[in-house]
């Protein structure tokens, strides 16, 4: 399969001796997001690779290149073992992640995090309904503007 071979040409670059964390992750992110669509946690988690050079990672092996290789390395190799395990995945965005995604981005942090505690809690849909609706009465036109125009853009992809 194809994409398999792809990702595990990217575990080989992680091995390279002249190795440039951020030009693989650009390649790396272009690969998953191809198979995985562009909402994929394992793309953030290879854009959250990075090397800490602060004095306290120096001295705390976490922080080493070793241990990024080992993540990238993991990242990678639990996506080829999905694809084995369940196939290719839809290539259909879900719905809910992109609305998810364009929520967190354009709300302030408690206005997103009040909204997903209505969605958690156990209440009926009725009470979830109107603390929902109350939240959403409290958020200014201007965000609430944005928030539709970039679902729009985002469905329109």
């Not at 965005?93 to 967190?104: F, G, M, R, S, W």
């Not at 909204?115 to 958690?120: E, F, K, N, Q, V």
Request: no cysteine.
């Amino acid at each position: 399969m194809k994409e398999i071979k792809l990702l595990e040409e990217q575990i080989k670059q992680i091995d390279d001796k002249d190795f440039d964390l951020e030009a693989w992750k650009i390649l790396t992110v272009n690969i998953l997001e191809r198979i995985f669509g562009k909402h994929s946690y394992k793309i953030k988690q290879v854009e959250e690779l990075k090397y800490d050079y602060s004095s306290w990672a120096m001295r705390d092996s976490s922080g080493s290149h070793d241990s990024i290789k080992k993540k990238a390395k993991v990242i990678l190799e639990s996506a080829i073992l999905e694809i084995q395990q369940f196939g290719l995945p839809d290539k259909k965005e879900q719905p809910t992640n992109i609305i998810a995604e364009v929520l967190k981005d354009e709300l302030k942090g408690s206005e997103y995090k009040r909204i997903m505690a209505i969605l958690s809690e156990e209440k009926d849909e009725d009470e979830k309904s109107k603390l929902l609706f109350e939240l959403l009465n409290d958020i200014d036109a201007e965000t609430k503007n944005q928030i539709i125009f970039r679902l729009m853009q985002e469905l329109k992809q």
